[in-house]
């Protein structure tokens, strides 16, 4: 049951005058749940409780916030259709999509309860006295990574399971011992809703704080800037435009006391095909990267939207079997009428560059809201002259550079802004070959692929998601896999701790068994 | 001997017409040498030079950038005397402190040069394929910490070693793999000259690439200023004022590309004195309390600067030794007129306000620069109301805080801006007693130390010289220890990547021999 209220803690709480309603954009209707907007006392109700529920919830150990994360997860799984449903009319995605990602939202949450209970990852240094040292005594320090604060989650529109409610970040914050508020996205509000229902049981299900979490509903953008303003956050977390993230950034930036914010904003997530890969597999590369531009619609970060290549009768070859292969794909559902609007706008915008030849132009008489693929050629002077072809079209859109020789390649890579990843196709000897271009590339991105497609990413620990501004705002942390925790946390260093009184992975005796650092070198070895 | 030129890398270069003296305040004279500042071209050399010695540097292994840094550590021990005469007469420190500051400085370079032998600092994580994983293949992902770029190091007035040209920054930065340039302090311009030849020397003798290091003079704010938005920069680190540093912050987020900015601002440092610590041992904190405010003429970041006693007549008594135990104590030359009449401003300013009384106040006939010391007294009431009070006046300066209760105490804490360390003085009982005091005193610093001063930052693993905003701009993060070379670096993911073309650090066979994360579980074991 979807009640359109924001949850305040534990509270439904319906106390704004502003109402939205989602939309159905296979439909093209809006569907019948309608939604309060949170105003600024509901913030403030929330800021309020965030603060309270962090005194208790930073005390836990891993293993009680392990079972809350664990709770969340079965919760989830208990909303059982009602879900799937609820997200496919919000979203235009099929069932399979929801299915999946509510199975990787659920994995993500099990991924963050297992590194909880294995430690490990607060990396506890210590660096015992020696107070018999010369010239000096040595005090003895001990450090280890701490919670920030309360978190603010914005849910992103392309995904209203996996990095939403109860997302990545959401999981990764809580796991820290962050309490989180949610700005629930407006696109998917009866999703985030649901999500939030299965939060707040899980909370009270395993004894968790009120007010460990919180979801308010908004239409606009002001429920987020006053979050993002408001003293008690201590960090915010946002996937989504370049343009949303770059304003919440400076917003947290001129803030009293600044406060970090992470980022992950767009990408085109340049492809090379180096000239192997097009003489030895050049068929099976355009077919394959026909099916990663047009996945989900399009609708993913890590969508190959630069593709390029070396002038060759096989790059010719390519191209236009890249273009046979997309025009037999049928168009997709788009998330809503704004961002297939936003589509089109991006599509003719670029079409419209003069020096840029239409590859494969999907037109025909179909469904609101479908999002017609389109790929573009052009060469790679005209590309280094015009960086309004750098940017992304959210879409299943993707421009092919025609370069002359390895040199322009290089000076093109080079003249990119921040990716998430960037590919390489070739063999082994490419990589050496063309070294230079491989660095360029490197120095680009936060994954570098060789051989395969960047749609899918997998959640993992040697998962980096992010990458040079402006596909993050600090491209020093990951947004997806466990290494995502390290946003929410900062070290703490106790010198001279009775040992008793200690963060119990400080102990001498190492009570939780985990891997430390003991002057300078990895041991699970007690003191 | 000083020519008063610049390093642009190897080359030294004076084509600018700004020209200025360092400073005797000893004497309080101008020194004998003359300096020229950089001008746009020299910045543009070196910022170019920067750039490509990176493509070089960024490539050497762990073992080689360590020949270089233990070079550099012995090319200071070869500039012998002259060192420490023109850093005496350039600070008005003594030959001690120089002499101290010489081999801490040492002792960090050979302690990076150390952790980059032992190789584990990348944090390794491999997680290998899956190609039988159901529903879907899992993909071979592998991540290291990979260097930034060309970092823009600015020296520290208060340490003209440790923290300066050769200091933390420069050596964190240059263990990671970034080339450094460095904006050198005007006030120990010669100083900076000294270490700067001593590093191109390092760097000649261990075969760096020239622009590996780049030291350039300036008097004004226009060079660094230069420096922060120069495109090449990939980030920066600063120690110094709030205001410079963060003027420094909001410029590189103002630049197309943002870039990390780690400023270690100021910092009051706050001592908690619990009821045991005056009752068991008031006489002997006082003492030492005296000498921690005089050290180095109180200009130490981690000066105690704010001290907080619950009324009772032994904190009374507490307040009465230390003020005679530090009028015992003789003033110490400041490191600059500047310096010496801002800590007259800033001593004024608080000694004006309403509601203090002075406990202690230095007021003789003294030489010129000294740091006469002043501790002043106000009751809680008082100085929650007046944040004038919670600034910090860079010099042998304190205020004691007389609370009316435990609860005031705890009010206070959670009123002040985020500190470098903040001190429990007490017993192991009290630190129960009082859980919640010490938990927002934890809250706000990056330190935390029982029952000892603040002054003395051990060099090691576990040290964090650092804290929440203003005491630095990103509390995740450290200026000191080992530690501090996380702030130049980000993960790579490599995904699919062959072997053989993988860095060292990630190849199945683990040439290195690192500790590494292989499944998410700390090993040393090839794949």
Known sequence: ????????????????????????PKLNLPTEWTFQEANEEEIEAAAALAKEAFIVYREFSGKRRAEFLRAIAKEIENLGDELIQVYTQESGLPEGRAAGERGRTMGQLNAFASLLEEGSWVEASIDPAQPDRQPMPKVDLRKMQCPLGPIVVFGASNFPLAFSTAGGDTASALASGCPVIVKSHPMHAGT???VASAIIKAAELTGMPNGVFSNLNSSGIEV?????????????????????????????????????????????NPIV???????????????????????????????????????STSLDDFISTLGTEIDKLDPICMLHPNIHSNYEKGKKELSDQATVDVVANHDADVAPNMAQQRVLTVNGTNFLKNTK????????????????????MQAILAKLEGQLTGTILGNENEIKKYKS????????????????????????????HGGPFPAATDSRFTSVGTGAIQRWVRPVSFQNWPNESLPEALQNENPLGITRIVNGLHTTQAI
């Open 389 to 408: 072809l750098h940017q992304e079209v959210f879409g299943p859109f993707s421009i092919i550079v025609r370069c002359s020789d390895a040199d322009e």
């Open 273 to 311: 095909v180096l000239p192997s890969a097009l003489t030895e597999k050049g068929d099976e590369w355009a077919k394959q990267y026909a099916g990663s531009i047009m996945l989900g619609a399009g609708q993913f970060c890590t969508n190959p939207g630069l593709i390029l290549g070396i002038k």
């Open 224 to 268: 987020g800037q006053q979050l993002v303003m408001h003293p008690v956050v201590k960090g915010v977390g946002f996937t989504g435009s370049i343009k949303g993230g770059t304003a919440l950034y400076k917003l947290a930036n001129e803030r009293t006391e600044p406060i970090p914010v992470f980022a992950e904003m767009g990408s085109v």
């Open 437 to 464: 271009i491989v660095h360029t590339l490197q120095d680009k991105v936060g994954r570098i692929i060789f051989n395969g497609v960047p749609t899918g990413v997998e959640v993992c620990p040697s998962m980096q």
């Open 1 to 24: 049951m979807i009640s359109g209220a924001n949850y305040i803690g534990a509270e439904l709480s319906k106390k704004g005058k502003k109402q939205f309603n989602t939309f159905n």
């Open 192 to 194: 985030g809703e649901l």
